[in-house]
């Protein structure tokens, strides 16, 4: 699958330690044969748990209702519903009070039945889009690709729900580029390195993604890993200095 090529020449562009994840929510509930379902093994599972399973494990994990694991994203991807989801973040102390403002960002109940992850470079289905884990550098080569066409990036940041809402639903619903930090659930239940960042583009930017991460600064001479510069007399500490003018030459 093209996707699948793609997926192998961003990762090794950006010299990536997991792959990047697919991602596709179905409104049927066909699910991929080879797919691993965790209700299969009596398991529930939090999206970015599923999300980290795939990128580590290189599966596609398919999630339906009875799958999830996490109260705040089962509202959020419309598998339950719930009269406020802020009335829950205010009860476990992440929002002051009723008062703060908050946006709750919903899917449609019941639109969805299965949502897929998988391994960008080995799932069969087509992404709707795309999740990329990387350090700061690499997620910075990603902003200077999509700059590279104009425009910014988005990040409408909470470090709450970076990877499942924050990262991806700008990607999946509004068809944006946009950036998260993690925060809670990514670092406790989904592996996250205290270092990396979440990058997530609609199926639509792949192709452009590649092409700025190939030509972005081209003529500068950036690329991943940046060239250190390093043509340069170092200047020492005064002591250091004093007594090699002391130094007899041989």
Do not use: H
Not at 113 to 128: A, H, N, W
Not at 211 to 227: D, F, H, M
Request: charge should be neutral; include cysteine.
């Amino acid at each position: 699958m093209e996707w699948n090529d793609r997926g192998k020449k961003i990762s090794e562009i950006l010299k990536l330690k997991t792959p990047p994840v697919g991602v596709k929510f179905l409104e049927d509930e066909k699910i991929p044969e080879d797919a691993f379902r965790p209700s299969k093994y009596d398991l529930k599972m939090a999206v970015c748990q599923a999300i980290a399973f795939a990128r580590y494990s290189g599966r596609t994990v398919a999630l339906k209702g009875e799958d999830f694991a996490c109260p705040p994203v089962t509202l959020i991807y419309g598998v339950a519903t719930y009269d406020s989801l802020k009335e829950i973040l205010v009860s476990v102390n992440w929002l002051k009070d009723m008062s703060c403002d908050f946006e709750e960002v919903k899917l449609p109940a019941g639109k969805y039945k299965v949502f897929l992850f998988g391994d960008l470079t080995k799932m069969k289905e087509k992404p709707d889009a795309i999740l990329i884990f990387g350090n700061p550098e690499q997620i910075g080569r990603l902003i200077q690709a999509k700059t590279y066409f104009g425009g910014t990036v988005k990040a409408s940041l909470t470090a709450k729900m970076a990877s499942c809402a924050e990262a991806l639903l700008p990607a999946l619903l509004d068809k944006e580029v946009a950036i998260a930090v993690p925060g809670a659930g990514d670092r406790v239940f989904a592996a996250i390195d205290e270092n990396e960042l979440v990058f997530a583009m609609p199926y639509e930017w792949l192709d452009k993604i590649i092409e700025g991460l190939e030509n972005a600064g081209k003529g500068a001479n950036v690329s991943y890993p940046v060239q250190r510069y390093l043509f340069f007399t170092p200047r020492f500490p005064r002591t250091y200095r004093e007594f090699a003018e002391k130094f007899k030459k041989v």
